[in-house]
């Protein structure tokens, strides 16, 4: 068990005291973290007192304390999982042999770009969610928000102590190049697509917590088999505070789903709109949108990248032991690809495919969730069933980019694309009602939006009606 230092300026359990130069460099990215904080963090809450929970170890019972804090006070700190003894490497060139507790320089570039490219999208979706405090549907949605936005700045913290730490110069430049791009801006834009989508509504939010924090989960689960340890020890602590996105994503369109359906009952035509629910359809296009730009993330369906990145062992699959050959070096995998206007299927070597595999895993997770959204509609009643498209309709990046499928995945021609996208994906008029849903926030302790249902419980034991923020205003 690693000691645990709380009281210093940045809390952590990885000895910072020990390496004063270290501890200097990030006490002095501190104060600029904070000041991107402030600038770009939620605006409007900087002042309020949060029920927050924060990271105190990595105790699998008691590593997080629950209490009220100002944001601008959480306490980020840097915390890895212990180290497991005697580890080696789990797949690629060198299975087998002892994992590193130093970057082999033949590996140093592509392992910086693997913690910049993750570490990059964390401030990202803070910057993508900072205005959605302010249509908030109830104080309980709020403090959840703020717990996400909170713990993503503290996954930039669990990167940049990789950059300063084994990167040197040039990680801690990465480090401050990280503070200074902006989700969405033409100049500096954040490395990944789906990170500078604007998150302008709640029902995008627990869209984008469901979907994009899924493929969250899914490059740190790739990124936790590394043979770069501090990098496997530091993304499986990340993942403990994941999974309370995808929580939140999943359950937040569970309720939108239990308000739609009650309404609707209470319609004398079924019409969910009429009664200021959020309709089905509506639902439906928003999973098209959020979960075709996540399935972007994962890159190419073929990837000469992926294959270097597995044969260096440094990304691997999710839960590498689950798989049986970890050399993946004669395996091939069946990926249809576009030739001559129709789907051929073609072999590609497994290390090739290596992000397909991952995006396919993420797939099959992903319709977990959509089976309790059913199941939900189904014992309420309705007849509707929602689905998940193609992984080829829509996509912006890989072998699919830019070529017009439906969402059963046929091929289609531009001009039905153009005449029927406004069916698959939100529209303008989608938006506006959505928006229009959505422009007021509620503070009230224990009240919800019309549109969204109450959650069954609250936060850490305490009731639905407790008071998650207190507004200072
Ligand atoms: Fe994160
Ligand atoms: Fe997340």
Redesign the pocket.
């Known amino acids: 068990m690693t000691s645990i230092a709380n009281n210093e300026k940045i809390p952590n359990n990885v000895d910072l005291a020990s390496d004063k130069r270290l501890q200097r460099a990030l006490e002095e990215w501190q104060p600029r973290f904070i000041d991107w904080w402030k600038e770009m963090g939620p605006e409007g809450f900087q002042e309020d007192q949060i029920y927050l929970r924060t990271a105190i170890s990595v105790d699998a019972d008691g590593w997080a304390h629950f209490d009220y804090v100002k944001m601008p006070d959480y306490r980020w700190g840097i915390f890895l999982t212990d180290p497991v003894k005697d580890r080696t490497i789990g797949f690629g060139d060198h299975f087998g042999k002892p994992v590193w507790q130093q970057i082999p320089g033949e590996h140093r570039n592509a392992l910086r770009r693997l913690v910049v490219t993750q570490g990059d999208?964390?401030p990202a979706?803070v910057e993508q969610q900072r205005l959605l405090g302010q249509t908030c549907p109830s104080l309980y949605d709020l403090r959840n928000l703020f717990q996400v936005n909170v713990?993503?700045g503290r996954?930039?913290w669990a990167m940049v102590y990789l950059l300063h730490t084994y990167f040197g110069r040039d990680g801690r430049e990465e480090a401050d190049a990280l503070l200074e791009r902006r989700s969405g801006t033409e100049d500096k834009p954040r490395i990944l697509g789906a990170f500078n989508e604007p998150c302008e509504d709640w029902l995008s939010f627990f869209m984008f917590t469901y979907f994009t924090?899924r493929d969250?989960k899914y490059q740190?689960l790739a990124l936790s088999e590394s043979s770069f340890d501090p990098l496997s020890r530091t993304t499986r602590f990340?993942l403990t505070?994941?999974a309370h996105?995808m929580f939140v994503g999943e359950t937040g369109v569970l309720r939108v789903l239990d308000r739609a359906c009650d309404l609707m009952k209470v319609d004398k035509n079924e019409d969910a709109r009429a009664q200021g629910a959020i309709d089905l359809p509506t639902i439906q296009k928003y999973i098209n949108r959020w979960y075709s730009v996540s399935l972007d993330l994962f890159g190419g369906e073929v990837s000469s990248n992926a294959a270097s990145f597995f044969a260096g062992g440094l990304k691997g699959r999710a839960k590498e032991e689950r798989y049986e050959d970890h050399i993946a070096l004669d395996a091939t995998m069946t990926i249809p690809m576009v030739k001559d206007g129709r789907l051929v299927n073609e072999d590609v070597a497994l290390r090739n495919a290596m992000n397909e595999v991952l995006r396919g895993e993420y797939i099959e997770d992903s319709q977990r969730g959509l089976d309790k959204w059913n199941r939900l509609i189904k014992e309420k009643g309705v007849d509707f069933t929602l689905t998940l498209p193609s992984s080829r309709f829509n996509r912006q990046g890989g072998i699919y980019a830019g070529i017009p499928f439906d969402p059963s995945g046929k091929l289609i021609t531009k001009e039905e694309w153009e005449a029927r996208k406004h069916e698959w994906l939100p529209n303008d008029s989608d938006k506006t009602y959505i928006k229009s849903l959505m422009t007021t926030p509620i503070y009230e302790p224990g009240k919800m939006a019309n549109w969204i249902s109450a959650p069954k419980q609250g936060i850490k034991g305490r009731p639905v009606e407790f008071e998650y923020v207190k507004r200072q205003a």
Do not use: I, K
């Open positions: 999208t964390e979706s713990e993503e996954h930039l924090d969250g740190l990340m505070e994941e996105h």
